[in-house]
């Protein structure tokens, strides 16, 4: 995961409609990923746990691109007023294996794209 | 960028409507591409850490006033008719009395601050006037 959301989100919700992906979720919600529904508690299919929230938007790491294949920038910290969507500097991952990563997710999950 | 939806924030951030606060100026800031687009995200920010404070979340608050605090000491003593230089003080002393104390982390808040404004045309800058 590229971009997560720190424990300071106010829950404004300007990132989620802005995600290319469809990676942002509210606090407390289940995610999903080619068709299948996760909640707080399931590791995601790459191995990444711990980025669920029940109190605050939270990122999937699967999901997310960076806005790599759609935008300049992350477009979550590009509308955040409080400037809470951050790179995680425990999951860096290179521009290639962002436009890999984003290729991979149209081949399984054609349908999440917004 | 008006100067009426300014002063609604302001109200707002002295009402205590911290949530609402920051809803009034977000949409400012959304549209502000001048000077202020900063000074407003600095106000947003110091109201959404007020916001965590009297929500308990006070590693959120702290983080969130550290932020605005970073962006309005950019601008002069006095900003679009705010009096910038008090509102920083009064920011900085309530992250500063994020202290230990029974029960965890407390805060004081009596030191939650409000915003001194003065309406002043020839205080704006060129992009925040009176027109929509």
């Not at chain 2, 549209?31 to 308990?56: D, M, P, S, Y």
């Not at chain 2, 006095?78 to 003080?89: K, M, Q």
């Not at chain 2, 009596?110 to 925040?128: E, F």
Request: charged content about 25%; hydrophobic content about 35%; aromatic content about 10%.
């Amino acid at each position: 995961m590229a971009i997560y959301i720190t424990t300071d989100c106010i829950n404004c919700g300007a990132c989620e409609p802005e995600c290319p992906n469809t990676a942002i979720y509210e606090g407390g919600a289940n995610w999903t990923l080619a068709g299948v529904t996760y909640g707080g508690d399931d590791p995601a299919p790459g191995g990444a746990t711990g980025f669920w929230s029940a109190d605050y938007f939270y990122i999937v790491p699967d999901k997310c691109t960076e806005c790599v294949g759609y935008h300049d920038e992350p477009q979550c910290a590009a509308v955040c007023p409080v400037d809470v969507c951050l790179p995680d500097p425990n999951n860096v991952e290179s521009h290639e294996e962002l436009e890999l990563k984003n290729e991979y997710l149209n081949v399984i999950d054609p349908d999440r794209r917004r | 960028m008006d100067r009426e939806q300014f002063e609604i924030g302001i109200a707002e951030f002295n009402e205590g409507r911290f949530f609402e606060c920051h809803d009034t100026f977000e949409a400012m800031w959304m549209e502000e591409r001048g000077e202020a687009r900063r000074f407003l995200q600095g106000l947003i920010q110091g109201a959404v850490g007020i916001l965590h404070a009297t929500r308990g979340n006070l590693a959120g608050a702290a983080s969130q006033l550290e932020k605005a605090l970073a962006k309005l000491v950019e601008y002069p003593e006095r900003y679009c008719g705010i009096d910038v230089d008090a509102l920083r003080t009064d920011l900085a002393a309530l992250r500063a009395s994020f202290g230990s104390g029974e029960g965890g982390l407390q805060f004081d808040p009596d030191l939650i601050p409000t915003i001194d404004y003065t309406h002043d045309p020839a205080a704006l800058p060129p992009d925040l006037s009176s027109e929509p």
